[in-house]
């Protein structure tokens, strides 16, 4: 149980990984009275297609983050070039660091430290450093992650499944990825949902968790 009036801080490596990753939860948590941040480190300029603009996805971030209800000020955009973020460690850090001085996060969500892409794995295991003494949760983006331990469930309603889909329909420029479809992200939350006997849920692996 995630109390109320935590700082709870959402780290996505690509301006869409937090919606796609935990999007529901995140719109639950705020609607409790968290208060959530998130920082996404790329906006995938050079891997936008050519129908678009290049920097469609920090106006498409912008409007996802507002359907979940996060605030204008508590979201983080930074510019590093998509598949790079291995050479660029140390100063994803210093990102890190200083998020974590702004904030102080009682609890900060990662990607899956089995995530395949190579700038998730490097924000998840730069995270582990910048906050090692906060809890820590993974959630899980099944197209890239070699395994996932389902060790924790947030039970979401269909009210906040609704966000998550709102939220995503604003990535006009990511609708042609199978894992974008509508039907994709209800089956996911249904199955996390049965897992627990309840309607909906999104699942999390536990790295850590201070009690």
Known sequence: MIEKSKKILVLAP????????????????IENGNDVYCAAFSACEQ???KDFPSDILITEV??????????SENLFLYDFEVRTFNFRRQE????????????????????????????????????????KFCSILCYELPWNNISFSTSSFMIIEEK????????LN?????????YAKEDFIKALA???GVQISRDYAEAFEILRWLL
């Open 92 to 131: 994803i850090l210093d990102k890190l660091i200083k998020l974590r001085e702004t904030i102080h996060p009682d609890i900060v969500f990662i990607p899956s430290l089995n995530d395949l892409h190579q700038d998730h794995a490097t924000i998840s295991n730069e995270a582990l450093r910048a906050f």
């Open 160 to 167: 906040h499944l609704d966000k998550k889909i709102q939220a």
């Open 14 to 29: 690509h301006t869409d990984d937090a919606e796609f990753g935990c999007g529901a939860t995140i719109a639950k948590l």
């Open 62 to 71: 912008k409007l996802a983050s507002e359907k979940l209800g996060v605030k």
């Open 47 to 49: 891997s936008v297609l």
């Open 190 to 192: 249904k199955v996390r």
């Open 170 to 178: 604003e990535y006009k420029s990511q609708a042609h990825r199978p």
